[in-house]
């Protein structure tokens, strides 16, 4: 396997300030505090204003970083948005970013792999870097799926929120921060969580309303079947043992998910970051938004090792083992 050649430098979040909690949502469809608390661990949700978009909240993550660190982004080789709501079809949630932070010379792409999204993108940026392709690579999950979300469905509503995080990677061959990673997909699973497109059937199949559609019962048991085995083999990959792990950072889906894939898997609980409570599922934001929240109330420290897992829509998924170095 080559060595890696780069690390994550700086790290910052934006999430937007309407709050939906459990009470509002009572409001709106046949449920319970009691009722979502227990079934989702969830309390509140961060809802995008009217004219607020996915760039918009990308901008004020990567503005958030630059303040925390100090650092610039203006010397970046390449911008990575990880979205499923984007503002435009094209052009890319990346240009558009681009052209807010008035970033000069460089590369801009939109990555869609749903809640995998950000996994991918750190794999990416990673692989880049280590090629000696580019140097400096920011990438942001985002995402604003309220504007996505049918808010008559009780399934579906009571879930989803919108926040972004981002973080730079960069070239580093003395302290290099990627011990390993792997990826997988399942495409056959694609009806149990789709958003509607230019087709209207899919394997076959009628798709019905034009808002995020979900099957939980489906993801729940597809994910609590095949994430522990994946994290399993990630930390078999970096050659290293589960207590080694210091912090396991899922993708924030559902926190009684999560909680059934630490009884089966290698990292317990206790070891596991999310940032489900206050934000819910935020698609491929949620495991930089946990990221920040640890950071924030001083859980996440330099020299521990992180395993991120991100799994969802494709069905698909991303796992990557990091030396955290900030």
């Not at 609590?224 to 912090?247: C, F, M, S, Y």
């Amino acid at each position: 396997m080559i060595q890696s050649q780069s690390r994550v430098t700086a790290i910052g979040a934006y999430v937007p300030e309407r709050i939906l909690t459990n009470e509002d949502l009572q409001k709106m469809v046949d449920t319970s505090d009691e009722w979502i608390v227990q079934r989702t661990g969830m309390r509140e949700r961060r809802i995008a204003a009217e004219g607020q978009f996915t760039s918009d909240l990308a901008e004020q993550a990567v503005k958030d970083m630059v303040r925390r660190y100090g650092v610039s982004v203006q010397d970046v080789d390449m911008i990575l948005v990880a979205t499923s709501t984007p503002d435009f079809v094209f052009p890319s949630t990346a240009a558009r970013l681009q052209a807010k932070l008035g970033i000069q010379n460089t590369g801009a792409l939109d990555m869609n792999a749903a809640c995998a999204g950000f996994g991918y993108a750190l794999q990416i940026a990673d692989g880049w870097i280590t090629s000696g392709m580019y140097r400096k690579i920011l990438i942001i999950g985002a995402e604003t799926i309220s504007k996505i979300t049918d808010y008559t469905d009780r399934a579906t509503c009571i879930l989803f929120g919108d926040g972004a995080g981002a973080v730079l990677v960069e070239r580093d061959e003395e302290q290099p921060g990627f011990l390993a990673s792997i990826t997988g997909t399942y495409g056959e699973g694609g009806m149990n969580l789709y958003k509607t497109g230019l087709a209207k059937q899919m394997d076959g199949q009628d798709l019905g309303s034009e808002c995020i559609v979900q099957n939980g019962r489906e993801i729940y048991k597809w994910a609590v079947r095949n994430v522990p085995e994946g994290t399993q083999r990630l930390i078999q990959r970096a050659q290293l043992a589960p207590e080694d792990v210091d912090w396991f950072v899922p993708h924030s889906a559902n926190l009684r998910m999560i909680e059934a894939i630490c009884e089966r898997g290698p990292v317990p609980f206790e070891r596991t970051l999310t940032s489900v409570e206050y934000f819910g599922n935020t698609s491929a934001a949620s495991i930089p938004l946990a990221l920040q929240l640890a950071v924030d109330n001083g859980k996440l420290k330099a020299g521990q090792n992180v395993l991120l897992y991100g799994f969802g829509g494709g069905m698909t998924y991303a796992g990557s083992i990091i030396h955290w170095t900030i």
